[in-house]
């Protein structure tokens, strides 16, 4: 079972941009990382016409799209809650999460000033940490937007090296 953690914070906060920077940070320390993008849009993967489509649309419930350097898996009818999709990575030493704010995961959440007006999670137990330009106490630590190896340094002593929590 990986370690889980959850980046959370409104629309166009950043959400996205930290993944991108803490995943290479991630594993140039050795660790083997997975992600999952929470949306509310349809997904548009499995085009129309395509064999792949096809053995959805007669029937099959798991279709695997697989190619020389990587697979997609689609699944009908299963959850998109973050606890019924971490059983898909059983390979990977953490699961970073994007989405998922009324999760009971631990969560760093990303507050920009001209995009927030506050913290969403703010009185959530589950928060662990706040990315930020802006000055907040919530009563977690707190890191600057381009602070990545200090947030990289807070994630693998919380939840990747045992006892170091």
Do not use: W
């Not at 990986?2 to 920077?21: D, F, H």
């Not at 489509?53 to 697979?71: C, K, Q, Y």
């Not at 059983?90 to 913290?119: C, F, H, M, Q, T």
Request: proline residues 5%.
């Amino acid at each position: 079972m990986p370690a889980i953690i959850s980046i959370v914070g409104r629309s166009q906060s950043g959400k996205t941009t930290l993944i991108e920077k803490l995943i290479p940070e991630i594993k140039r320390r050795g660790y083997r990382v997975g992600t999952i993008k929470h949306t509310h849009h349809a997904l548009d993967i499995d085009k129309t016409g395509k064999d792949s489509s096809r053995h959805r649309l007669a029937g099959a419930d798991t279709t695997i799209l697989a190619a020389p350097a990587e697979i997609a898996l689609l699944k009908s009818g299963h959850s998109d809650q973050l606890e019924d999709l971490v059983g898909f990575f059983d390979d990977v030493d953490l699961l970073i999460a994007e989405g998922y704010k009324r999760s009971r995961r631990p969560k760093i959440e990303v507050v920009r000033v001209d995009r927030n007006p506050g913290p969403l999670c703010k009185d959530d137990p589950n928060l662990k940490a706040v990315v930020t330009d802006a000055s907040l106490e919530l009563g977690v630590p707190s890191f600057g937007l381009d602070e990545i190896g200090r947030i990289a340094d807070f994630i693998e002593s919380s939840f990747l090296i045992p006892g170091d929590g």
